[in-house]
């Protein structure tokens, strides 16, 4: 079964500085990885898409992240990180073959402190 | 463009009450679904459509009943309300062909 892991439940920076968030999947085929932000009070909102290709993809709102096959993970950077940033950062991974469902990581709650 | 409403936005119940969440979507989008969100974990599938009258059951469907009688609307039924279910069911929906899913602002459901 597929999985995927957020451990860092919250990160804290200073506004300026970079930051990363990080995911790694668990998934026997090839991954189809996303990003989305949740900002207080709203709903989901996406963020970048991995399909194939190019293992930097660059997504809205300035952010970016890489895909790495090697340690299955798929970080999640910007740089330089806004007090507006402040917001839960979901993982996903698409099981394509199954109506499009979508596995999430439990999240990591940003504070970008302006 | 296009927009997911999600009604009621709070719903009270009291526990053992059945429940009924509504979701409507002008995307034109053929697969919706319902996930529950609590507090501090992630977004659990509930049950999903990929077309209408199709129903799916996802990871956590026990407890719960769907119903997707027009390709715009997806409802969700809670059949007995407890409260330890209190929490956000988020609705989703994605174009065949797959790419990112559009999500509704939720309904957050208290239980009594």
């Known amino acids: 079964a597929q999985s995927v892991d957020q451990p860092d439940a919250h990160v804290t920076l200073s506004e300026g500085a970079s930051l990363e968030l990080r995911c790694s999947y668990s998934y026997s085929a090839a991954p189809y990885l996303f990003w989305y932000v949740q900002y207080p009070g709203q709903s989901l909102q996406f963020l970048l898409k991995?399909?194939?290709?190019?293992?930097v993809v660059k997504g809205t709102k300035g952010f970016e992240a890489e895909f790495r096959k090697s340690n299955s993970s798929f970080n999640l950077k910007k740089s330089p990180a806004h007090w507006s940033d402040s917001a839960k950062y979901f993982c996903?991974?698409?099981?394509?073959?199954?109506?499009?469902?979508?596995?999430f990581g439990t999240g990591t709650s940003l504070l970008v402190d302006p | 463009g296009g927009i997911i409403t999600q009604t009621p936005k709070f719903l009270i119940g009291q526990e053992g009450q059945k429940l009924t969440l509504k979701c409507q979507q002008n995307f034109n989008h053929d697969t919706m679904y319902w996930y529950r969100q609590d507090s501090g974990k992630g977004l659990r599938l509930i049950y999903y459509?990929?077309?209408?009258?199709?129903?799916q059951k996802g990871d956590l469907s026990e407890g719960y009943d769907a119903s997707r009688e027009k390709k715009s609307s997806f409802s969700l039924t809670v059949t007995s309300a407890q409260k330890n279910e209190m929490a956000v069911f988020l609705c989703?929906?994605?174009?065949?062909?797959?790419?990112?899913?559009?999500f509704g602002p939720g309904t957050r459901l208290t239980v009594l």
């Open positions: 996903a991974l698409e099981v394509s073959n199954m109506g499009y469902k979508l596995t």
């Open positions: 989703a929906s994605i174009r065949t062909g797959g790419a990112e899913q559009y």
């Open positions: 459509s990929i077309t209408e009258n199709d129903l």
């Open positions: 991995y399909i194939t290709g190019d293992t």
